[in-house]
């Protein structure tokens, strides 16, 4: 069997049990799967730039609090019931955002960058934290059940609509953008995405605007991350500046590389070993961000390809023949 | 006239202690290349130990004027957390420096809920030193001695940390390293040493800036992160791993902060952003710093 028929049987399998979760398990399980598909989707986008394109975003919880607050906003003020309302909102808000902070970040690598939209994103935190009147500061802003492709599923309360219709559509929605994320990664711009990470000059030598690569992909990752952002909001009702803080941009950094910056579906992977664990974490103790610290450490530490790479640093612990050298993201 | 002394030198005591943990960051920065998210969780930290030091020694009856050697030196005393987490931080010496990131990321969540745990959640002060230093009068301003006390410190750290990169030996071995670590440790520079040497004086840096500001404001677990990016706007807008970029970042940092409280308190962290990224535009090396390869 072909690479490419493999795994499109894997995903097509992994959806089938992500679509049949709603009956296997019971409500509040399935609620916790829901920021799983906000989450994938979002650090599908930051893969983009981190796994494919070696830069580090600090700030990339910006674009999910912008898809949040559009959500809320076409909900409450400009009384679009519809989530695509919602969706195209946040994307088009994302990329009007993420088109001067991106010119301008684009110039920069590594540690450089990492600061700077650290930076920007911090400045959309104190936005959305001081100006009161617009955002609701620390109080947020409420977000309203959404229709879905124009059905209002009436007859459902709240729970049901989450666990049921909502569900879906995200899995779908989810499923649809890793498959053209994909493609993307797939096609000449993703190559010259690695190109410029694995060397730029000698990138810029072979016809590669980098500049550019690097701002297309903060793009494309903005618009990813304001889709996540909307989908998260749903579940939760609320729309607060908490979703653009730093630390979290962090935390979705340690999603992606908690399941492997260097594999495609890492990212996805990262999302739901995340939300379980934390999950689980915060039932056993108040201190769970410590225990969170020690996992990120031992895994910087001694698994950096993170959960998709394990596999092959146990064979090549147990067969000194294969190497686990450390791959990037193909 | 009284107003404009209040408030610059309200904002210059807030700039003296962004001062002292933007140097610690710049000098962690400009020997090892690591750039520390921590730093605010070492001022927490240091904030913390200051509580804890300056109400043990008030109650035991050490008088509220000997408050300030007693709180620099409890956030001085964290430099003992220096060299172990230096040795963890040079097992990825030589990776990525994104997973150096991430490893200062995982300290910051491992030493937030440290605190946490030591110290609980409530906001933590001491009270009665800052009242016991009285204020001074002139011009119409009143301005409390304790933050003059905090000007002058963070002066003489400034003067002494500069005595001691440019006159001393070991400073110099430590400029060496900066400059190129492989050749230093050729010639014989224990370079080990000197970056143990170098984070746990960032440590301390950090940790005394933390100690030095709760006799004024209360220590609380969120006070690490929050600084962080104030931190980060000194060092861009001054040049990464200057310590003369620190001292000009912190200085506008803090009087642009102090200006916008009284002016437009909404703007305060926007003008500080504001002129983060004019800065970014003009002179993206930052005032001090040289243009990056």
Known sequence: MSGGLRRALVALAVL?????????????????????????????????????????????????????YAAAVSGTVLRLASFEAALGLGVLAALAVAIPVGALCARYTKIFFGMLTLAFGMLFHSFLF??????????????RRPTLLGFEFEDLDKTEFLIGPFYWYCLALAALLAWLMWRLVHSPFGLMLRAQRDNPRKAEYLGVEVARTRFIAFLVSAAYGAVGGAMLAVPTGLADPELAYWTHSGTLIFMTVLGGFAHFAGPLLGALTYVLLQDQLMTWTPYWRLVLGVVLALIVLGCPQGLMGLPALLRARFRPSATARPVPAE | MGAFIEVTTAGLFHAAVLFLVAAGLQLVFGVQRILNLACGSFYALGAYCGVTAGSTALGLGVPPLLALPVLLLAGGAIAVLGPPVERVLRLVQDRDESLQLLLTFALVLMLQDAVRMVWGSSPRQVDGIYL????VQALGARVPVWNLLVLLAALVVALGLGAFLKRTN?????RATAENRRMAASLGVDTGRVYAVVFSLGVALGGMGGALVVPSSAATPEMAVELVVEAFAVV?????????????????????????????????????????????????AGLFGKPAA
């Open chain 2, 236 to 284: 861009v807008i001054g040049g990464l791993g200057s310590m003369g970029g620190a001292l000009a970042g912190a200085v506008i940092v803090g009087l642009l902060r102090a200006v916008a409280l009284v002016v437009w308190p909404e703007l305060e962290l926007m003008a500080v952003y504001a002129v983060v990224v004019a800065v970014l535009l003009l002179r993206p």
């Open chain 1, 16 to 68: 089938a049990v992500l679509a049949a979760m709603p009956f296997a398990l019971g409500e509040y399980r399935t609620t916790l799967l829901l920021p799983v598909f906000g989450y994938a989707i979002a650090l599908l986008g930051i893969n983009l730039l981190f796994g494919y394109g070696g830069l580090v975003s600090f700030g990339h919880a910006m674009f999910l609090a912008i898809g949040a």
């Open chain 1, 130 to 143: 001081r100006l009161y009147d617009i955002t609701g500061g620390d109080q947020g802003l409420r977000v």
């Open chain 2, 132 to 135: 016991a230093y009285g204020q």
């Open chain 2, 170 to 174: 070991f400073g110099r071995l430590l």
